[in-house]
């Protein structure tokens, strides 16, 4: 690390087509000054928000605004647009309303409905330890099935970490040409809101691999890197569940010199992600025998479910999430099913 130095990162949120929260941030610039840093997030913010419908991002109404939706619906008239109507007993229907209404909408007025929008962002400035940033390249893991050979939403098998974007990228473009159908991977290291993205793919006919960019202790080249990793999910469950994750994709977050520093990072990241999350959700389809055993065995403790409740699939008639403490002690149940790892690798030139 450069003394005590920092800088202001601009980083992406997570969000995958079409459109869903998943976890974590990848960095794409970094400067000196937040000024100079909030420049260039509110130039990608502003290029997103065109493109998208906030209303189908996969959150409630109180999860996008701060504005309680009686006056949001002022907030809706104040810029000359009528909002939508309510049907009797049903939510209104922002979403079909913003799909009718944006064609026609001023600039004016977008920027107007966007701003009280405040909760939902797609890009943020961190401050940030002024560290070395290396270039981890996925190679990508192709799947055949009856549709054809195919890659997945995210992430890939980690090849090799450079400290050199160019280096990263003239590696990755050994790796091969595509294989298959690439219409459902959305490489981590992109904008995906920026359609110069798809104009590189287009014109690549398909990736070669993913170049992400993480964040490095002070790590001399050759020296052994801790890598800490995020598992991926199939891009059909939009990460609102997915049963069990994929096989070999891995997504990485940080690079470590120590080990022990490495696992309490995977461990925060980890427990972050255990916060708001149920394990079934995401492993249900991986466990085996012995594993459903013991789950159920600590839910009918938490007195959760009857004695006699199947031993899987007894968490779907649930009347209301566990709670927080339930939550913890049901992954605790499961030492093996973690989003996050560490995997072991070099840093090269």
Known sequence: MAGNKTVFAVSRLNWRPAWHLAPDTFRLAAFGTRDEAEVER???EANARGRVNPFRCGKSFAELTTIPEPIFLDW?????LSPPKAKKAEPRDWAAWWDETKPAMT????????????RLHFFRVDERPDVPVGYVVLEPCWHESDLGVSLNSEGGK??????????AAEVGRGLGWSRGRTDRWYPNSADLFDPETYWQRAMMSGPFA?????ELEDVPSGRKLYLVVRRTWAPDISYQGGRAPNGEERVPVRGFTSRKAADAHRGALEA?????????????????????????????GLGLVPADADNYGWWEPLAAPPAP?????????????????????????
Do not use: M
């Not at 809706?76 to 000359?80: I, L, M, Q, S």
């Not at 993913?210 to 993480?214: C, G, T």
């Open 42 to 44: 509110a130039r990608r």
């Open 76 to 80: 809706v008239g104040d810029t000359g």
């Open 107 to 118: 600039a004016e007025q977008h920027a107007k409905l966007w701003e009280g929008l405040n």
């Open 158 to 167: 980690v090849h090799a970490v450079h400290r050199s974007r160019e280096r």
């Open 210 to 214: 993913d170049v992400v960019p993480i």
């Open 272 to 300: 972050e992600f255990r916060r708001d999350r149920d394990v079934w959700a995401w492993f249900g389809e991986q466990l085996s025998t012995e594993e459903c055993e013991a789950l159920k065995a600590v839910a009918v």
């Open 325 to 349: 403490e339930q939550r913890a002690a049901l992954w605790d149940a499961l030492p093996d099913c973690a989003a996050y790892e560490v995997v072991e690798t070099k840093l090269l030139d």
